[in-house]
T-cell receptor, first 113, second 115 residues
């Protein structure tokens, strides 16, 4: 059973056209993460939530926004995608504890044309 | 701020031989360490974690990892590699003094197991 679901798996968007990626979870986990991964590099943390508490990384561009309307859903909004934003975007969840592992979705591969 | 380093971009090993993938970390408090594996165009899969206690941790698919506090390392090991182990491996860390639950990943190591 899928536990962290990302939609869509593949997204093509136009340069400058806003795009939203979605993530849902059936695990009822407190923490939800968004990572950006380029070309098999390290997943780069963009931001994360502990419940509704939002934690933005200092180097995350303002172009990236996030919403978490409830425990199950989290969205990544890219307001004006540039060619450099083409990447795999990974959503992950974990139960609220330092010693708990994160569960990842399959990722959304974003192409900007 | 916590960080994790994986000094090897790629590790090559023959099937049946032991493998080691290296990871070192830097934290202010107690480290919470994890290993993940990634196959092409997929998300990351959890392999194992170190919390406290026994320095040798056993995980999925025959993998294990050894925690060494003095060397701030958490190397991934397997006694006998399989061709199907070929994948991208990531080490990750949480810092015990960071209550935000931030999880930071290393740069990854590509493991290639040749038949």
């Amino acid at each position: 059973d899928a536990m962290v679901i990302q939609n869509p798996r593949y997204q093509v968007t136009q340069f400058g056209k806003p795009v939203t990626l979605s993530c849902s979870q059936t695990l009822n986990h407190n923490v939800m993460y968004w990572y950006q991964q380029k070309s098999s590099q390290a997943p780069k943390l963009l931001f994360h939530y502990y419940d509704k508490d939002f934690n933005n990384e200092a180097d995350t561009p303002d172009n990236f926004q996030s919403r978490r309307p409830n425990t199950s859903f989290c969205f990544l909004d890219i307001r004006s995608p540039g060619l450099g934003d083409a990447a795999m975007y990974l959503c992950a969840t974990s139960y609220g504890g330092l010693n708990t592992e994160a569960f990842f979705g399959q990722g959304t591969r974003l192409t900007v044309v | 701020a916590q960080s994790v380093a994986q000094p090897e971009d790629q590790v090559n090993v023959a099937e049946g031989n032991p493998l080691t993938v290296k990871c070192t970390y830097s934290v202010s408090g107690n480290p919470y360490l994890f290993w993940y594996v990634q196959y092409p165009n997929r998300g990351l899969q959890f392999l194992l974690k170190y919390i406290t206690g026994d320095n040798l941790v056993k995980g999925s698919y025959g993998f294990e990892a050894e925690f060494n506090k003095s060397q701030t390392s958490f190397h991934l090991k397997k006694p006998s590699a399989l061709v199907s182990d070929s994948a991208l491996y990531f080490c990750a860390v949480r810092d015990g003094v960071d209550s935000s639950y931030k999880l930071i990943f290393g740069s990854g190591t590509r493991l290639l197991v040749r038949p």
